[in-house]
């Protein structure tokens, strides 16, 4: 599946903490982040367990 690029705004301490948490789990900042955006949506039920997307529904 191809990816989009966006830019994050994000204050330094965050990141800082972003970035340690990533090179504690041997992951990219970028792959960090990924992985914490994929767990959000699955937790919410927003996206299937094998990553595709539930149909939306009007808010």
Known sequence: MPKKKFVLRIDEEKMAALEKWAADEFRSTN????????????????????????????D
């Open 31 to 58: 792959g960090q982040l990924e992985w914490l955006v994929t767990r959000a949506l699955k937790e919410e039920g927003r996206l299937k367990k094998g990553g595709e997307k539930i149909d939306s529904q009007d």
